[in-house]
T-cell receptor, first 111, second 115 residues
Framework: GDSVTQMEGPVTLSEEAFLTINCTYT??????LFWYVQYPGEGLQLLLK?????DKGSNKGFEATYRKETTSFHLEKGSVQVSDSAVYFC??????????FGAGTRLTVKP | SAVISQKPSRDICQRGTSLTIQCQVD?????MFWYRQQPGQSLTLIAT?????????ESGFVIDKFPISRPNLTFSTLTVSNMSPEDSSIYLC????????????FGSGTRLTVV
């Protein structure tokens, strides 16, 4: 079935460092892809999305490009802040119209 | 996007008891889902709540343990039955509204602790 494989964490970075969190998917066809963020003690929030190949989703300085050839949707940010500390989930909408999530990557940014 | 009210937000329950979680949406939605997020883990789909019929359960989840109702297009309940400490998790309601430009809305979750 459709699935998402996400880079294992945790990831610890210093403030202003470059962030990459890898995400690859397995799916029939071309699913819509998403990144969600979960801040400590809070619910899931949609960070960005892409619905077709070569689309780039962006929000709050984060970007991810839908790469069909590598079945990837890696999350990047050029300069992380302490406030970016959270758990990040890569996800797709499967053929059954439900959302499938990766394992999540915990990011800690130190001042 | 749809606004979800999920209740209760948290509860501490005795083993062997049952808890019913409610998910109320402010507009009619096409699809409603229930997820479980165990401590430190990702989200796992429990079932798709179908309006007026039995829910569709994922592998590893059964109706006797997680009965679900969806009497209309704006409301659903999930019951966690005969609870054990292993059921301690966050349970989340999610909805997709037809016409929403891709993506789902999630409730704030119910944090359940079974003692």
């Amino acid at each position: 079935g459709d699935s998402v494989t996400q880079m294992e964490g945790p990831v610890t970075l210093s403030e202003e460092a470059f962030l990459t969190i890898n995400c690859t998917y397995t799916a029939t066809g071309y699913p819509s892809l998403f990144w969600y963020v979960q801040y400590p003690g809070e619910g899931l929030q949609l960070l960005l999305k892409a619905t077709k190949a070569d689309d780039k989703g962006s929000n709050k300085g984060f970007e991810a490009t839908y790469r069909k050839e590598t079945t990837s949707f890696h999350l990047e940010k050029g300069s992380v802040q302490v406030s970016d500390s959270a758990v990040y989930f890569c996800a797709l909408i499967s053929r059954g119209n439900d959302m499938r999530f990766g394992a999540g990557t915990r990011l800690t940014v130190k001042p | 996007s749809a606004v979800i009210s999920q209740k209760p937000s948290r509860d501490i329950c005795q083993r062997g008891t049952s808890l019913t979680i409610q998910c109320q949406v402010d507009s009619q939605v096409t699809m409603m889902f229930w997820y479980r997020q165990q401590p430190g883990q990702s989200l796992t789909l429990i079932a798709t709540a179908n309006q007026g019929s039995e829910a569709t359960y994922e592998s590893g989840f059964v109706i006797d343990k997680f009965p679900i109702s969806r009497p209309n297009l704006t409301f659903s309940t999930l019951t966690v039955s005969n609870m054990s400490p292993e059921d301690s998790s966050i349970y989340l309601c999610s909805v997709w509204a037809n016409g929403t430009p891709y993506g789902y809305t999630f409730g704030s979750g119910t944090r359940l602790t079974v003692v």
